[in-house]
Nanobody
Framework: QVALVESGGGSVQAGGSLRLSCAAS????????MAWFRQAPGKERERVAS????????YYSDSVKGRFTISQDNAANTLYLQMNSLKPEDTAVYYC?????????????????WGQGTQVTVSS
């Protein structure tokens, strides 16, 4: 049974930084891709960033490009999301997710495993 456990969320003022971590029970480089999604109240869950483990290629949504960095430590079986220059509109529950085999990693239904989520609140 795969388990993904997020940590590192919290409250921060605009312009601040947080680093989210996602500890995976399995070996992270066996996943085709891992991703961070977020969901704000009343909004759909959206992909923030993803990383493809075979190529280490990354994707960022336009709203976070240049401010967030996704990375993966296979030795520690951990996925990270470094979030800098945070804005109030980044406030959401952030979820770690993983896809086992090849295919799209863009939409929530594409991912096989999910963490429980961690709250990020950015105040102005």
């Amino acid at each position: 049974q795969v388990a993904l456990v997020e940590s590192g969320g919290g409250s921060v003022q605009a312009g601040g930084s947080l680093r989210l971590s996602c500890a995976a029970s399995g070996v992270t480089d066996t996943y085709f891709c891992m991703a961070w999604f977020r969901q704000a109240p009343g909004k759909e869950r959206e992909r923030v960033a993803s990383i493809y483990t075979s190529t280490m290629g990354t994707y960022y949504s336009d709203s976070v490009k240049g401010r967030f960095t996704i990375s993966q430590d296979n030795a520690a079986n951990t996925l990270y999301l470094q979030m800098n220059s945070l804005k109030p509109e980044d406030t959401a529950v952030y979820y770690c997710a993983a896809r086992k085999k090849g295919g799209s990693c863009a939409l929530p239904n594409d991912l096989d495993y999910w963490g429980q989520g961690t709250q990020v609140t950015v105040s102005s």
